[in-house]
């Protein structure tokens, strides 16, 4: 494969497939890419030779570890309107991978976080491997869990999807499975039988059926009945109300992450996640464009990416410090209408 470009396109019998390609940093998602890949969706959706789209990545450690945000951060910090741009164009095709005609494959191995989940979870066939690792972890860098997370998370079993919002909790194959984030777990070393298959013509229910294995146990699955227990509360106070009267390593210890996360980006994300158990994928995704708007105009963002990319300190300083200083007149204002700047579809 080339190095120098960034996401691959092309045709194998009737099935058109996409590799990202920035290995060297685990296939972080360039707002080139975004660009690249809707269009090219587009053409497959119309090209009668392409029955189904495969997307995968370049290298063994990550599918996708998000979007590329030392560019987001700089851009931000300067002023200029493309990290706006990307969020739109990123929201965009996102909702059209959502809604795409034809069999989206996702073949997710390694690192799959934030960007990433954006063009392989909203599609119609997810398939992970033993090597997949999955988080929404936004809240540690002052952002929110977004990329179709409004929809996707409150759909999970029970409070897993409050629960994974606000930890950044990391998912292995048999929890991503259980959390209904992956379809079904094809080992990584029969990915490329997966997709002879489906080069052969095979149906892709059948050859994603015939290739898929059983998982192991959940872990998520034993803690169900806790998770659901603390984050059923009313609010993200009263999770940790809870959590701390639980008293147990896991409880104590979920409590002491929630707090180091952004406390606005907390608050705010406790509200997307009831908010997104309503709407329809097309409000979710123009809800996360109005937070958008609002977290790139706060000190938070910078500020994570600064102590998590740049600095690597590690601490943050957030501001507000802290959750009790987050009015909700202040999370209101970030769910507020965008008015002409609203996120439409075409």
């Given at each position: 494969m080339?190095?120098?470009?960034?996401i691959l396109?092309?045709?194998?019998?009737?099935?058109g497939l996409?590799?990202l390609?920035?290995p060297?940093?685990?296939?972080a998602?360039?707002y080139?890419?975004?660009?690249?890949?809707?269009?090219?969706?587009?053409?497959?959706?119309?090209?009668?030779s392409?029955?189904?789209v495969v997307?995968?990545?370049?290298g063994?450690?990550?599918?996708?570890?998000?979007?590329?945000i030392?560019v987001?951060?700089?851009?931000g910090?300067?002023?200029?309107?493309?990290v706006?741009?990307?969020?739109?164009?990123e929201?965009?095709?996102n909702?059209?991978?959502?809604?795409?005609?034809?069999p989206y494959?996702?073949?997710?191995?390694?690192i799959?976080?934030g960007?990433?989940?954006g063009?392989s979870?909203n599609g119609?066939h997810r398939?992970?491997?033993?090597r997949?690792?999955f988080a929404?972890?936004?809240?540690?860098?002052g952002?929110?869990?977004d990329?179709?997370?409004?929809?996707?998370l409150?759909?999970?079993?029970g409070?897993?999807?409050m629960?994974?919002?606000l930890?950044?909790?990391?998912?292995k194959i048999?929890?991503?499975v259980y959390?209904?984030i992956?379809?079904?777990?094809?080992?990584?070393?029969r990915h490329?039988?997966?997709?002879?298959r489906?080069?052969?013509?095979?149906?892709?229910?059948?050859?994603v059926?015939?290739?898929?294995q059983?998982?192991?146990?959940?872990?998520?699955?034993a803690?169900q009945?806790?998770?659901d227990?603390?984050?059923?509360?009313?609010?993200?106070?009263a999770?940790?109300?809870?959590?701390e009267?639980?008293?147990?390593?896991?409880?104590?210890?979920?409590?002491e992450i929630?707090?180091?996360k952004?406390?606005?980006s907390?608050?705010?994300a406790y509200e997307?996640?009831?908010?997104?158990a309503?709407l329809?994928?097309?409000?979710?995704m123009?809800l996360e464009f109005?937070?958008?708007?609002?977290?790139?105009?706060?000190?938070d963002f910078?500020e994570g990416?600064r102590?998590?990319?740049?600095d690597k300190?590690?601490?943050?300083?957030?501001?507000?410090?802290?959750?009790d200083?987050v009015?909700?007149?202040?999370?209101?204002?970030y769910f507020?209408?965008?008015d002409?700047?609203?996120?439409?579809?075409?």
């Amino acid at each position: 494969m080339s190095d120098d470009v960034e996401i691959l396109f092309e045709q194998r019998g009737p099935i058109g497939l996409v590799t990202l390609n920035r290995p060297k940093v685990l296939n972080a998602l360039t707002y080139t890419m975004v660009k690249q890949l809707h269009p090219q969706l587009q053409a497959w959706e119309n090209d009668h030779s392409i029955e189904a789209v495969v997307i995968q990545a370049a290298g063994e450690k990550a599918f996708c570890a998000g979007g590329d945000i030392r560019v987001l951060h700089d851009q931000g910090k300067a002023g200029s309107p493309e990290v706006i741009n990307f969020y739109r164009d990123e929201y965009r095709l996102n909702r059209y991978i959502k809604r795409y005609p034809k069999p989206y494959i996702a073949l997710m191995s390694g690192i799959n976080m934030g960007g990433g989940v954006g063009v392989s979870v909203n599609g119609s066939h997810r398939v992970g491997s033993q090597r997949l690792l999955f988080a929404m972890p936004e809240t540690g860098i002052g952002l929110f869990p977004d990329v179709g997370g409004t929809y996707f998370l409150p759909r999970c079993p029970g409070e897993i999807g409050m629960y994974l919002g606000l930890t950044g909790a990391r998912l292995k194959i048999a929890d991503a499975v259980y959390a209904g984030i992956a379809d079904v777990y094809v080992p990584a070393d029969r990915h490329e039988a997966l997709l002879a298959r489906l080069v052969a013509g095979e149906n892709v229910d059948a050859a994603v059926t015939a290739e898929a294995q059983q998982t192991e146990a959940a872990p998520l699955a034993a803690q169900q009945v806790q998770i659901d227990t603390c984050f059923s509360a009313e609010s993200v106070d009263a999770i940790l109300i809870r959590l701390e009267a639980d008293g147990s390593d896991w409880a104590s210890k979920t409590a002491e992450i929630i707090r180091s996360k952004s406390p606005l980006s907390t608050r705010v994300a406790y509200e997307q996640i009831r908010a997104g158990a309503q709407l329809d994928f097309e409000d979710c995704m123009s809800l996360e464009f109005r937070l958008t708007n609002r977290f790139m105009a706060a000190p938070d963002f910078y500020e994570g990416v600064r102590a998590v990319v740049i600095d690597k300190d590690q601490a943050p300083k957030w501001d507000p410090a802290t959750l009790d200083v987050v009015t909700d007149e202040r999370v209101a204002g970030y769910f507020a209408s965008l008015d002409d700047n609203e996120l439409r579809f075409d």
